[in-house]
Structure formats: C-alpha cells, structure tokens
Nanobody, 130 residues
Framework: QVQLVESGGGTVQAGGSLRLSCAAS????????MGWFRQAPGKERESVAV????????YYADSVKGRFTISRDSVRTTVYLQMNILRPEDTAVYYC???????????????????????WGQGTQVTVSS
C-alpha cells in the first residue's frame, strides 16, 4: 500500500502562487512515478503534471505549461507542485496519486492517464478568485 497526504491548498487571487505538497509513505514510494491531477465541479478528473520515479521525466498538461512546476525531494518521498500565475480556471480539487505497481517506473508522459493510478490522496482545494 501507498499512503498519500496532500497539503498546501487554499484561496488566492488571480496571478498569485501556491505550492502543494504530497507526502508519500508505504512500500518503496521512491520507486514510483507520481502525478498531480485536478477535478473541477462538473468536470472529469484531468492530469496536471507527472514526474517519473527518478525525476528525469516530466509531463505537463498544456494548460499549465510555463506556470506550474512539479518536483520531488532528494529521497523521492515528497512531491511538490509549484503553481504560479494562477487563473480562475485553475480552481479545482487537486489530488496527488501514485500508479499501480506495474506502471510505477513508466515515463512521465505515459503516466498522464488517471486510470493508471491505484493510490490517491484525499485532495486539497485550490480556489483562484478573479
């Protein structure tokens, strides 16, 4: 089992910044790729950013490229999402997730699909006001 706990959500004005953190524990999480996803009311869950297990492969959704940065710490148990130049359309619940065992070492672009993920955090609300 992999346990994931997100933190860092909140309310910010458009143009502002937030940093989300995801603390992972259980099994050998350092050998898992990790992803950030978001779900706005009435919309499907979508990928935001993914980092592979070693940190050398990263994927960003087109909507966040140049504004968001995903990273993981040196022991690869915490994943961060730095969100800059936030827009009202970024408002959503943000989830951290880890893929199923068979996909844990895939490249980041290959891990952009929510269906590949077996472990999810509880989510953290991000609200961007205009």
């Amino acid at each position: 089992q992999v346990q994931l706990v997100e933190s860092g959500g909140g309310t910010v004005q458009a143009g502002g910044s937030l940093r989300l953190s995801c603390a992972a524990s259980g099994r050998t999480v350092s050998n898992y790729g990790m992803g950030w996803f978001r779900q706005a009311p009435g919309k499907e869950r979508e990928s935001v950013a993914v980092v592979n297990w070693s940190g050398d492969s990263i994927y960003y959704a087109d909507s966040v490229k140049g504004r968001f940065t995903i990273s993981r710490d040196s022991v690869r148990t915490t994943v961060y999402l730095q969100m800059n130049i936030l827009r009202p359309e970024d408002t959503a619940v943000y989830y951290c997730a880890a893929p199923a065992e068979n996909a844990r070492r895939w490249s980041a672009p290959s891990l952009r699909y929510p269906g590949l993920y077996a472990y999810w955090g509880q989510g953290t609300q991000v609200t961007v006001s205009s």
